[in-house]
T-cell receptor
């Protein structure tokens, strides 16, 4: 969905490096989410934000941090990347009144060597 | 969030109607049922959401019995392009217990010519 963009789309990095994934949305939604997906598995929630001042941990937040710079921007950081963080990362947004009607970005494929 | 159970995979042929059932025995009074479609290396796409009885849109229908312990996603006259993974989510429409949100592994629908 072009309304939700993610950068970069692909990234290869080395173990121990800090990396930031960025997400922007033009849908005007208050809520934003970061998920990761491993091959053959469903999506797992890393962090979510209900508004600029409200950030919450999801199921698998260890090793990650986030920043909600504005309503439209939500960044995910890997403080010290490790190989098992190799995955496909998705950002999503939703309106507060339709929480589970989420709109996903195209994803970032991250490889940690 | 209510735990959901779906078949791991289903096969169909072009032109047939496909019904994918999701079990959610411990659904709560305020929970809604939401279905997503995901193609390989793309973010999930919202298909349909419902609370009870029947909901229909231009893509699919969602049937929910009176006890709401299951739901069925119905795809009319599938084509090869409907080959994808389909996820069933059950949760509070306004986001209660979001930290426990899990997409699960979904149902892989394979449509044959």
């Amino acid at each position: 969905d072009a309304d939700v963009t993610q950068t970069p789309r692909n990234r290869i990095t080395k173990t121990g490096k800090r990396i930031m994934l960025e997400c922007s949305q033009t849908k005007g939604h208050d809520r934003m989410y970061w998920y990761r997906q491993d091959p053959g598995l469903g999506l797992r929630l890393i962090y979510y934000s209900f508004d600029v001042k409200d950030i919450n941990k999801g199921e698998i937040s260890d090793g990650y941090s986030v920043s909600r710079q504005a309503q439209a921007k939500f960044s995910l950081s890997l403080e010290s990347a490790i190989p098992n963080q190799t995955a496909l990362y998705f950002c999503a947004t939703s309106d507060r009144d339709r929480h589970y009607e989420q709109y996903f970005g195209p994803g970032t494929r991250l490889t940690v060597t | 969030l209510a735990k959901t159970t779906q078949p791991i995979s289903m096969d169909s042929y072009e032109g047939q109607e496909v019904n994918i059932t999701c079990s959610h025995n411990n659904i709560a009074t305020n929970d809604y049922i939401t279905w997503y479609q995901q193609f390989p290396s793309q973010g999930p796409r919202f298909i349909i959401q419902g609370y009870k009885t029947k909901v229909t849109n231009e893509v699919a229908s969602l049937f929910i019995p009176a006890d709401r312990k299951s739901s069925t996603l119905s795809l009319p006259r599938v084509s090869l392009s409907d080959t994808a993974v389909y996820y069933c989510l059950v949760g509070d429409r306004y986001g209660g217990a979001t930290n426990k949100l899990i997409f699960g592994t979904g149902t892989l629908l394979a449509v044959q010519p």
